[in-house]
């Protein structure tokens, strides 16, 4: 009977111990194991405002007058600076640019951000002069 009982304690003994090698060995995996990395999305591009659209082309225009010399810078919005030789440049703020009855004649207008003084500037083809 000592042979029986001792037996049967140790297939118990054996079965017990298993069980608990195999639980202490599968917890730990279970709620230790790394997770994949997410997948990253990629970070979206802020939107500004909408660019003014030029309704001449092209966008930058250098002009030049003599009689006396002068040069304007016309940029996107209209014309940005005037020069003369022997003074210092004249920065403008562009207004409004109107075509005139003849289909490739522009007037742009500014205003002396110095003075205020109203600024005008035509542009003819030569072929119209």
Do not use: C
């Amino acid at each position: 009977m000592a042979g029986g009982t001792g037996n049967s304690m140790s297939e118990n003994s054996k079965r017990a111990l298993l069980a608990a090698s195999l639980l202490f060995a599968v917890v730990p995996a279970i709620s230790f194991s790394q997770n994949p990395p997410a997948a990253k999305k990629p970070t979206p591009v802020p939107v500004g405002p909408a660019a003014p659209q030029s309704t001449h082309y092209p966008i930058l225009l250098l002009v030049f007058g003599n009689d006396p010399n002068w040069s304007v810078r016309i940029g996107q919005k209209g014309p940005e600076r005037m020069d003369r030789p022997g003074y210092p440049p004249i920065a403008l703020e562009p207004a409004e640019v109107t075509n005139e009855a003849a289909a490739d004649s522009w007037t742009y207008h500014a205003k002396d951000l110095a003075t205020g003084a109203a600024v005008s500037v035509g542009l003819v083809p030569p072929d119209l002069l």
